[in-house]
């Protein structure tokens, strides 16, 4: 009888600490309901053996090891990814003084903040789902070809494929630049059709001169790494990639030639090695000096 009349107190206290914890479920379309575990007191338990009672005491804390982890899990009103995708097309607007956000304290600063939700159009909905479907079908397509999936696309297909408005904090930032690497995906894939990628070459070849035609540069950035693609092409369409980190001092003068080649072909005296990336096949220039 005693552990009955505890069990139904303890159901009693959970009951109370869930509603405290999940809020603004009835609020209007801008509200943010969040949940997370820093909301909820943390509980221990401990038998007594010589009662036999069960003892529960609400004051000590959990403690964390290495077996456990904790998460926090954001619940929105709206698709988290088009909430990232107004932020990607704001920002430009902002930074050009053309937003109709005037005061710098109403600016985003993370993907939950209610700026977005107001700014959030339609377009933004529909492109969300464009970018969802385009990497549904991307890791589709690897699958099936028995590519083993890095640890960013093992995450990509969880986020893609899981409840767009419940996302873990761990996520965030992958969320926040997708966006930004699905226009640079989508730039490289429609490059690629123009190019003739079906071939196959050395791992390293010997120095060779090359007259190359500029075809896109991309900005690219990672994690710990910001830096400039440019792609060129030979006489047999053949595609090169040429990287230059973003801080390197000599960069403009090189974009002088690169933009100056586009009318105009540029002869490099190179070493380029075979890659094969996502299958699809191009040069890597590793050493290079113009001629």
């Known amino acids: 009888m005693a552990n009955s009349n505890i069990q139904t107190q303890f159901a009693?206290?959970?009951?109370?600490?869930?509603?405290?914890?999940?809020?603004?479920?009835?609020g209007s379309h801008n509200t943010i309901n969040?949940?997370?575990?820093?909301n909820i007191p943390p509980l221990t338990t401990s038998h007594q053996i010589n009662s036999g009672m069960l003892n529960i005491d609400w004051g000590d804390s959990i403690t964390l090891n290495n077996n456990v982890k904790k998460y926090e899990v954001f619940e929105t009103t709206e698709d988290i990814l088009a909430l990232s995708v107004t932020w990607h097309r704001l920002r430009p607007l902002i930074s050009h003084g053309i937003s109709n956000i005037i005061n710098p304290s109403n600016r985003p600063t993370k993907l939950t903040d209610e700026i977005l939700f107001r700014e959030m159009t339609q377009e933004d909905r529909n492109r969300a789902e464009v970018i969802r479907d385009y990497y549904s079908k991307k890791i589709m397509m690897f699958t099936l070809k028995g590519q083993k999936l890095s640890n960013y696309r093992k995450d990509?297909?969880?986020f893609i494929h899981g409840d767009c408005k419940v996302v873990k904090e761990e996520m965030m930032p992958l969320v926040y630049r997708l966006p930004e690497f699905y226009e640079y995906d989508v730039g490289v894939d429609e490059m690629f059709l123009e190019l003739d990628t079906k071939f196959q070459g050395s791992k390293i070849?010997?120095?060779?001169?090359k007259t190359l035609t500029p075809v896109k540069k991309?900005?690219?950035?990672?994690?710990?790494?910001?830096?400039?693609?440019y792609w060129l092409k030979d006489n047999e369409n053949k595609p090169y990639k040429i990287e230059i980190n973003s801080n390197n001092e000599l960069m403009h003068l090189w974009d002088y030639f690169y933009d100056k080649g586009k009318y105009h072909e540029i002869t490099l005296d190179v070493v380029a090695k075979f890659d094969d990336?996502?299958?699809?096949?191009?040069?890597k220039v590793i050493k290079w000096k113009l001629v």
């Open 12 to 26: 009693a206290k959970i009951g109370n600490l869930a509603k405290t914890a999940i809020k603004g479920a009835q």
């Open 34 to 38: 969040t949940i997370t575990l820093a």
């Open 156 to 158: 990509l297909n969880t």
């Open 205 to 209: 070849s010997s120095p060779a001169v």
């Open 218 to 229: 991309f900005i690219v950035k990672r994690k710990h790494r910001k830096f400039v693609e």
């Open 277 to 283: 990336w996502d299958s699809v096949s191009h040069y």
